[in-house]
């Protein structure tokens, strides 16, 4: 069974950093497709960022200001997140697929967390 747990979320001011971490439990982590995903109200679902093994995809509202890394011995996926814009305010998602398809498309995903609110 598949568990996708995020933390780090809160509130900061304009400029600052957060650090996003999901936890993930109930696979072999290591060549899935993970993501992070966010919505603001009255929003649509975006693509954040995504990672498959080596390789990372931006939005490009947030190219250059967030880093999305992992850590398969921990089974962890992390979300830094520097320059933070008001903008930025949203509920963010962690996301797992196990099969091929865009990155920022939310099909493409199998699994879901239950989100963390970050606030600028």
């Known amino acids: 069974h598949v568990q996708l747990v995020e933390s780090g979320g809160g509130t900061v001011q304009a400029g600052g950093s957060l650090r996003l971490s999901c936890a993930a439990s109930g696979y072999t982590y290591d060549n899935f497709c993970m993501g992070w995903f966010r919505q603001a109200p009255g929003k649509e679902r975006e693509g954040v960022a995504a990672?498959?093994?080596?390789?990372?995809y931006y939005g490009d509202s947030v190219k250059g200001r967030f880093t999305i890394s992992r850590d398969n011995a921990k089974n962890t996926l992390d979300l830094q997140m520097n320059s933070l814009k008001p903008e930025d305010t949203a509920e963010y998602y962690c996301?797992?697929?196990?099969?091929?398809?865009?990155?920022?498309?939310?099909?493409?995903?199998?699994?879901w967390g239950q989100g963390t609110q970050v606030t600028v």
């Open positions: 996301a797992l697929s196990k099969g091929g398809g865009a990155w920022s498309r939310e099909g493409t995903y199998d699994y």
């Open positions: 990672i498959v093994s080596r390789m990372t």
